[in-house]
């Protein structure tokens, strides 16, 4: 799946070079093409992998190159003033070979919360590919102004991506932390599962080729709709023992039995059943899909299509899609479950309660300032307007 990658404000940028750190650690001849765009000066110049030329900074007349701060009604309307200067990046590092574009945002912030919506309606009405976004919500407790941001985000990307990807700050906490290191480690997570997707169709090792083989267009054909999605990931180490090899015994419900259709299965209903990008009900779920990778000999067709079978009959829809590619970089097999088009998200509704209540404080602290200006002056003085 070759994805156009746009790091869009600080959080999507650090995700984005964290991206491709990871496939260049993992010598991966796979080029991906990608843009770095914010308003602060100083998170453009903290990428390392990111190229130069694929950084941009915009709003420098308006913010001179400080970010937005939280003011994401800002942030949309540098994006809008700009956009012209961003599809021209874009266009000047190459469109002609991508099968999708692929946004990475912050949905709390002000610059990509704000610009994002902004370049997914523009990208979704001059370019054939689809446009998806990865949205990171923020945590109930980083205040009810970012869940006010995130709420006005979200309502506005869904009207232009096929698909939103959704990560939840919140769900995603590592005792004996701290925020930042939290936010680094969520940040890994969500680029093992994008470093997953991106192989679709993608064979790492180009002798290898997988038993049930999943293309673009499948990723495609399974996040169309323009809803919500939520992705799920499991992975267990394969050691080398005695010249066999077999998957290491870490839990007690990790694999006890040497059959490799069982592991497969078991590896899958893992991914689907444990922590989810953004905890929903799968069985809102109008299509899914399945990705293993690992070690040819620890792949298994029937294991997939037992695997396959199961979900199919967990979710909604009956659209399941299931594939492998096999590859020898690496020790584990890890697996992959995109949920797409959920629709019972508690999240959500959590943020959209969140978003009114601090609407609403808003919008009474506004009004109290107002009273108390006017209050300073004479009543016998008469406004202009």
């Not at 997953?196 to 090792?205: M, Q, S, T, Y």
């Amino acid at each position: 799946m070759k994805f156009f990658t746009i790091g869009f404000g600080q959080a999507g940028g650090k995700i984005l070079d964290l991206f491709l750190e990871r496939e260049h650690a993992s010598g991966s001849k796979i080029k991906i093409k990608s843009l770095a765009v914010n308003t602060a000066r100083t998170d453009l110049m903290g990428l390392r992998y990111v190229p130069k030329e694929c950084k941009l900074l915009i709003g420098q007349t308006v913010v001179k190159g400080h970010g937005v701060g939280t003011d994401n009604k800002l942030g949309a309307k540098i994006t809008q003033d700009e956009i012209d200067t961003i599809l021209n990046a874009i266009d000047k590092i190459g469109t002609h070979d991508i099968d999708a574009f692929l946004i990475i945002t912050g949905l709390g912030g002000g610059t990509g919360s704000g610009g994002s919506p902004v370049l997914a309606k523009f990208l979704s009405e001059m370019y054939p590919e689809p446009v998806y976004t990865v949205g990171i919500l923020p945590a109930p407790e980083e205040g009810k102004l970012y869940s006010l941001n995130a709420a006005r985000s979200l309502v506005t990307l869904l009207k232009h991506v096929d698909n939103l990807i959704l990560v939840d700050n919140g769900a995603w906490k590592f005792e004996g932390m701290s925020l930042r290191e939290s936010f680094a480690k969520i940040n890994e997570e969500i680029v093992k599962r994008l470093s997953i997707l991106a192989r679709a169709g993608e064979p790492v090792d180009k002798e290898l080729v997988g038993e049930m083989v999943v293309d673009s267009s499948e990723v495609i054909n399974t996040l169309r709709g323009g809803g919500i999605s939520s992705i799920g990931y499991a992975t267990t180490l394969v050691e080398e023992k005695k010249g066999f090899s077999f998957f290491r015994k870490k839990r007690e419900d990790d694999f006890s039995e040497n059959d490799r259709a069982t592991k497969i299965s078991t590896l899958v209903r893992r991914a689907a059943l444990g922590r989810l990008t953004i905890p929903c009900n799968m069985r809102t779920a109008e299509r899914a899909l399945i990705l293993v990778a690992g070690p040819p000999e620890h792949l298994d067709r029937k294991g997939l299509e037992k695997a396959k079978l199961w979900l199919e009959e967990q979710i909604a829809g009956v659209e399941v899609r299931a594939g492998d590619y096999p590859t020898r970089r690496t020790r584990y097999v890890a697996a992959l479950v995109v949920l797409a088009n959920v629709t019972d998200v508690p999240r959500v509704k959590q943020l959209q309660r969140l978003a009114a209540e601090a609407k609403e404080e808003i919008d009474s602290i506004e009004k109290e300032r107002i009273e108390r200006t006017i209050e300073l002056f004479d009543e016998d003085i008469e406004p202009l307007i």
